[in-house]
Nanobody, 118 residues
Framework: QVQLVESGGGLVQAGGSLRLSCAASGSIFSINAMGWYRQAPGKQRELVAAITSGGSTNYADSVKGRFTISRDNAKNTVYLQMNSLKPEDTAVYYC????????????WGQGTQVTVSS
């Protein structure tokens, strides 16, 4: 069993910054890609940023230049540094990990709320 525990969400004014963290624990041999998704009310869940075990990154166009994803493989932890936040960044942010444990399993965190006030 694998758990993803997120932290770092909250309320911030437009232009502010937040840093999200997601730590994976449990029966983990290794983790392939890790990523952050978000879901705003009435909208579909969308990819925000992803990072491979080798450090290659991918970002949604809407966050490029403002958000930075990073990971600590030794700690099985992924981070999302969010700068210059906008009200449209308001959503529940979910951590995702492709965990290798015999085969590859897809795990999700419980979600953390990010609210950006104007």
């Amino acid at each position: 069993q694998v758990q993803l525990v997120e932290s770092g969400g909250g309320l911030v004014q437009a232009g502010g910054s937040l840093r999200l963290s997601c730590a994976a624990s449990g029966s983990i041999f290794s983790i392939n890609a890790m990523g952050w998704y978000r879901q705003a009310p009435g909208k579909q869940r969308e990819l925000v940023a992803a990072i491979t075990s080798g450090g290659s990154t991918n970002y949604a166009d809407s966050v490029k230049g403002r958000f930075t994803i990073s990971r600590d493989n030794a700690k099985n932890t992924v981070y999302l540094q969010m700068n210059s936040l906008k009200p449209e960044d308001t959503a529940v942010y979910y951590c995702n990990a492709a965990v290798v444990a015999g085969t590859v399993y897809d795990y999700w965190g419980q979600g953390t709320q990010v609210t950006v006030s104007s």
